[in-house]
């Protein structure tokens, strides 16, 4: 029983950096802006919360500056991009490699130096209850938030008349403008608070996941969180899908191993990014539903004929 | 899109050539890493080397690196680069760079070069590795002595040699203290991913063992094992300050040594290439502080290490390769070649070794 828990803690922990970047994400999308930059403001916001929390011993100053550094990140991608309508993809690219190098160079000094741990939540009595009370009650804060941030958004997206207006704007500006939409606006904010998720995403690496700084310690996973987003067409509740199935195939594939299954383990390694792959496609197929998610100016300038 | 983003990177990363100023009179050293320096791991050890060698030599020297190399044709150009920017000594860090490093050897026959853990040498190129699995036997009898359970977890990254030889050596010197001692292996298919092999040490810690060995660079596998008050290994650095109950022992690499031997001959002009594996007995590979252990396994460890030290190689028969067939007789030794090239699991490792 204990070593069930153990893997769906260990799973819940995989895949909440994971939901929280690329919820942020969606809701850029959404909004008709293509931000491939989540691996360098992911990889900002690690470095920022670790500093925070290093230099002043509170774990909860640093999740605050990983969000704070995230966003403030993924303002240049928006000055860029919304301002002065440079093209997306490159701007997002070169986000990502500034955010790899200079994430580089703001942490040398805190390379090999041990850092602060966010606590797991322990609530007396609840905690201890047996099977459920670690599960619901002990994890660490971040997972909680990454839960409430998707039910948030899908209620923001799909319930309220703001989400209503993101929503039109990510599919045709030109219609929004018209309306007297503010675009710009709102891509703005959209463009920051999906910097500000992966700047959290990043903190939770850095003060959760592996409480240390090392250069490139995201790894990739912003990139995942990318194609998660596209996987799960546009659509909150199965990005926490996508993000569970592949957490829990990435940590079922280590079990696997250390099980001694006689599989190679250059597939079993593969196997997170297939299953994803294969579930989403399976959850997606009704194309119509699809092309109907899919923001349709999205990628696309936006530049006002006054 | 992988791709192309690596090669932006070296781009970025050659363009950020470190140097500092020039001067006619001082010998230029070079290096050249496959990773960031920052990674606390393989790459920040080999730097840490030649910050020493600027400590040593002074003013006689200027050094210079370039950092996230990718292995592959981008060696070609970074090391032609410093052979031009007049790097009089050039050290490749990474065993991909082999290739480029031949070939640039040959372009610029003045230029001294050596390259770490590679197997082709030349005229003006030399090679230099370090025998960490002796460290590995010791780590082995120490994980032995502590486990409660007699089940190792162990977390490795590729398939190579130098990685299925630390494999080998660890279990020899875990059966040398309890022949029926175990080993569970995950393979990560990484050298870096701290959150993946966190991930792998919580796996290996739920089915049952209790300690970690790892062969991949980040902290993060010992930090599980402190968070979980069991034991584990630090890799290539001391890794002490992440996990002050956990550590054990860490197997580091020094470096420092060499550089400053290797670029005092060049300044000298006595320099020659050279084919060197340099073990514990030349200070290259070392053993962190015996922590967290009673008096015995300390003195136990210690006297393991003194007796490799003087020259015992931990490959030395009797050995059986995994399925049983004799491997080295008895007080027969392993010799290098087979070493270097090792692709095959000693008996008592139930993993199959991936091919």
Redesign the interface.
Known sequence: MD?TI??LL?IA??AT?LLIAAIGELVVERSGVLNLGVEGMMIMGAVGGFGAGYLTGSPWIGLLAAIIVGALFSLLFAVMTLSLATNQVATG?SL??LG??LS?MI??SF????GVRLPNLDIPGLSSIPVVGKLIFGQDPVFYISIALTAAVMWFLFRTRTGLTLRSIGDSHTSAHALGIKVIRYRYLAVIFGGACAGLAGGH?SLV????W????S???GWIALALVVFASWRPWRVLAGAYIFGAV??GQ??A????I?V???FL?SLPYLATIVVLVLISRNKRLTMMNTPASLGQPFVPDR | MKKLLIALMTTVAALSVVATAEAADKLKACWVYTGPIGDFGYSYQHDQGRLQVEKALGDKVETAYLENVSEGPDADRAFERLAREKCKIIFGTSFGFMDAEVKVAKKFPKVMFEHATGYKTGKNLGIYNARFYEGRYVLGQIAAKESKKGLAGYIVSFPIPEVVMGINSFILGAQSVNPDFKVKIVWVNSWFDPGKEADAAKALFDQGADIIVQHTDSTAALQVAEERKLHGFGQSSDMIKFAPNAQLTALTDEWGPYYISRVKAALDGTWKPDNVWLGIKDGAVKLAPFTNMPDDVKAMAEATTKKIAGGWNPFTGPVSKQDGTPWLKDGEVADDGTLLGMNFYVKGIDDKLPQ
């Open positions: 070593i153990n893997i260990t922990t995989a950096p690219l990502t490699l790899l190098g580089g942490g040398t390379v090999g130096q041990p690496l996941y592996t409480p240390q090392v250069e490139n310690m790894a990739g996973r990435w940590i280590l079990h191993q250390a099980f001694g006689p190679p383990s250059q390694s």
